[in-house]
């Protein structure tokens, strides 16, 4: 513990004199951190990201004692009050966990990945090319980790199996690597449409555009291909300008026929054979509706049954943040028993950023993180249809931050990632950016 000292008062030393290259920089640090966790086998600490955002979190307290740092615009955004009260309900819910010590860890990491992020970020993105610096860091970043992939994963034959770890020590495996890479592919879609390029320019975007396509297809990660289809769902009902109307009255029609489909669907299903281990792109999508035979498709079931289960015993509070790993085991219906299943439930999280908060914090600890997201797409797409169209660039980019933060809330539905650095500090930044854009165009429009 005393051998990261250093590193903190490091870390602090450049948050201090530094501050908007400190922040700038975890955009390209975050790919590559490494979690020490994984070397020694004791606490969980991203190296160097989270020492950088402790170091901005103190400096963001010290400055605020001194003078009101925070803009007070950003409290008329309902990002902003929405990710409040979801701290404050974690807070809550820490008091009345079945381990508190747990549940006030969880929230001190939340306190350090949110707030620096959220309330320092109004004020980085206030200046367009900040934005752009960030997403083009993040994006050459995730390049590097995905060609370290790669050229560990081609000594094994691009296999299936080696693909779930070829990725350590940047990712922990191949569920969250491909959830970055997703989240990576609008992002250089959008820099590449953002504006007319020079042809080496042209030719470098192409290329690492080429270099996340390829890493998203070898991550073997089903989740992160269909995030991917549906930022391209969502693109198209943005662009066709679809009122919301009629996605209500489509998505009405769309559940009612599930309804009544439900048991010829089921059986279908059921006759469902495809393996996710298969490295054949078809029979892997195929696979996502395998709940017969797919190991990894029936353990989530088993995850989510027990994230019900556990809500069913406490809805109010839940069992408190951060429990999930240590209150499932005795949740396990043995019906939903896998061969990955733990009899001791140390198998991980809910798989879900829906359902996690749904065992742990209660029903309201769930509707806090609905409205995070309803929020977030609210207001960033009434910010893109704002923004001027003679402002081609920022528009096209604040597109490609939506349709990537699509690709990581659909992939939550299946997989929460919140509480590590790979997706907490791109997330959390790109909702800055959205609040503060929005300060700067109300500033822009009042001086007019």
Known sequence: MLTLAPIALLAIYFAVFYTEYTFLSLAFLTPLSVNIEEYTDSFGLYIPTEPLLFGLLVLLLLQHTKSNLIDKAIWKNPIVWAVSFYLFWILVTSITSSAPATSFKFL?????FIVPLLFFGTKIFSKRKNLKIFIWLFSISMAIAICYTIAIHSTYGFGEKEGHWVMWPFFKDHTIYGSTIAFTVPLIFGIYFSKKHSLLMQLIIIGLCLIILTGLYFSYTRAAWLSVIAALFV????????????????????????YFSWDAIQMEMARNNAEHTTEDFGEKIQSATNVTTDASNLERINRWSCAIAMFQERPVFGFGPGTYAFEYARFQHPDNLTI?????GNGGNAHSEYLGPLSEMGLIGMLSMLCIVASIFYKSIKLYIRWPDDDKELK???LAMILALVTYFVHGVL????????AAIPIWSFCAAFVGLEILLNN?????
Do not use: H, P
Request: proline share 0%.
């Open 396 to 398: 096209t980019l604040i």
């Open 415 to 422: 997989n929460n990632y919140l509480d590590t650095d790979k």
């Open 444 to 448: 822009r429009e009042l001086t007019k």
């Open 235 to 258: 693109l198209g009902i943005i662009k066709l300008k679809i009122k919301f109307n009629i996605l209500a009255t489509i998505s009405a029609i769309a559940l009612i026929t599930l």
């Open 108 to 112: 001190l990491s939340k306190v350090w």
């Open 340 to 344: 990955i299943s733990t009899n001791f």
